[in-house]
């Protein structure tokens, strides 16, 4: 993390689902009169609102979001699109302002636009199908173990119950011998701006406290009914994510609503512990207390 004068700057404010992220950023963006890019792959989706707790139209008017409710669930939006889109609207916005915010937990985006990736090789599309098919056969577990074997280090990152990104790098192991994860060590792209990463944490009860309240004022907000609306869509990589995919188990009767939301807490502290193991493997992060009084200061002098 460079320390020059540069003129402009990015901070990133990272840490795990529940956290305090969103009004953390809101403060600090209203103390330097920017503007907020979110990183987080699912608030993207204009469809999936109480399930991806996004910024409130209250919070999106307390300070101008970019990414979210930008697409579609059928649109096809990738972590590459992300880093492009990104990188165009940051050289825009640093004509404006000195500094930016991007703010959330999605570890790969949040690296695909502060370092880039390699290019990965183009892979034989018979391998995809055929994987899609052990998925369709074998479920997701059975891509799991495999992913485990081919490339522990990546296993130990990516979300497991994505189906579409274990696919991908089994595939690119398939076809090439080589773990994703190596592709992944990219040779660090020198963005013309500085950047600056913060990471926000709780003590572990507190934090998972938060999740499950959160999990059940979602519920309380028609979490429910958000999901049921969008059962015609469920076959779309989008909605295969904590919040939904436990609650399409509930509409096809294979659990009851009870379970179904205390799986979606379980799974979302699982999600969150896999976050901070992705963001401690970042050494330029700069961990602060979510809860700290002094919160948006101690951002703003990192």
């Given amino acids: ?24 950023a809101i403060k600090v963006a209203q103390q330097l009169q920017t503007e907020i890019i979110s990183a987080d792959s699912r608030q993207f ?18 300070a101008k979001h ?63 199908e055929r994987l899609n098919q052990e998925l369709a056969e074998k479920g997701v577990q059975h891509l799991q173990a495999k992913l485990k074997v081919a490339d522990p280090d990546y296993h130990q990152q990516v979300d497991l119950n994505n189906p579409q990104r ?3 790098a089994l595939e690119i192991f398939e076809a090439t011998g080589n773990p994703f994860s190596s592709y992944r060590k990219a040779t ?22 938060r999740i499950n309240q959160r999990v059940d004022l979602m519920v309380k907000e028609g979490l429910v009914e958000e999901v049921r609306s969008l059962l015609p869509y469920r076959h779309l990589n989008a909605l295969n994510t904590v919040g939904y995919s436990e609650l399409f188990d509930y509409f096809d009767g294979k659990t009851d609503l009870d379970t179904a939301i205390s799986l979606i807490k379980q799974n979302t502290r699982r999600f969150a512990k896999r976050q901070l ?26």
């Fill in 1 to 24: 993390m460079s320390h020059s004068r540069s003129p402009k700057k990015l901070i990133i404010i990272a840490g795990p689902t529940a956290v305090g992220k969103t009004a953390a």
């Fill in 45 to 62: 989706y204009r469809e999936m609102s109480i399930g991806t707790a996004k910024p409130d139209a209250e919070e999106l008017a307390q």
């Fill in 66 to 128: 970019y990414f979210i409710d930008s697409h579609s669930i059928t649109e096809n939006f990738t972590v590459g699109d992300f880093e492009k889109q990104s990188l165009q609207l940051l050289d825009e916005l640093f004509k404006t302002y000195d500094q930016v915010i991007m703010v959330g937990g999605s570890g790969l985006y949040i690296q695909a636009v502060t370092q880039g990736f390699d290019d990965l090789p183009t892979v034989d599309p018979e391998i995809r």
């Fill in 166 to 168: 274990l696919i991908r």
């Fill in 188 to 209: 660090i792209n020198k963005r013309p701006f500085e950047i600056v990463k913060i990471a926000l944490n709780l003590p572990r009860e507190l934090l998972y406290n």
């Fill in 277 to 302: 193991t992705w963001f401690r493997k970042d050494k330029d992060i700069k961990w602060l207390d979510a809860a700290s009084e002094n919160l948006p200061e101690s951002i703003i002098k990192t």
